[in-house]
């Protein structure tokens, strides 16, 4: 496939949102809650974690895995 622009690469599948995309979308669809997501070199247990108000938290190995967990709990916007 031909990069919609010189020098830049297509990172995902056409149509696949990336992990960005997705952490994006789901902080917005969630404002109200106060959706915190850190990366695992600045978490205090070195993995993917998400906290929330109301005292709403998540762990996970992978970004991933942490969106899709995140996501299933908190349930649609």
Do not use: C, F, N
């Not at 990172?11 to 997501?37: F, M, W």
């Not at 996970?60 to 908190?74: F, H, K, P, S």
């Amino acid at each position: 496939m031909e990069p919609s622009s010189p020098g830049v690469r297509q990172l995902t599948a056409p149509g696949r949102p990336t992990s960005a995309a997705r952490r994006i979308a789901l902080v917005a669809a969630h404002a109200a809650r106060v959706l915190k997501i850190t990366h695992p070199y600045v978490s205090d247990s070195g993995r993917w974690e998400a906290t929330w108000t109301g005292g709403g938290s998540a762990v996970a190995d992978t970004e991933g895995e942490l969106l899709e967990d995140v996501a299933a709990r908190l349930g649609p916007a």
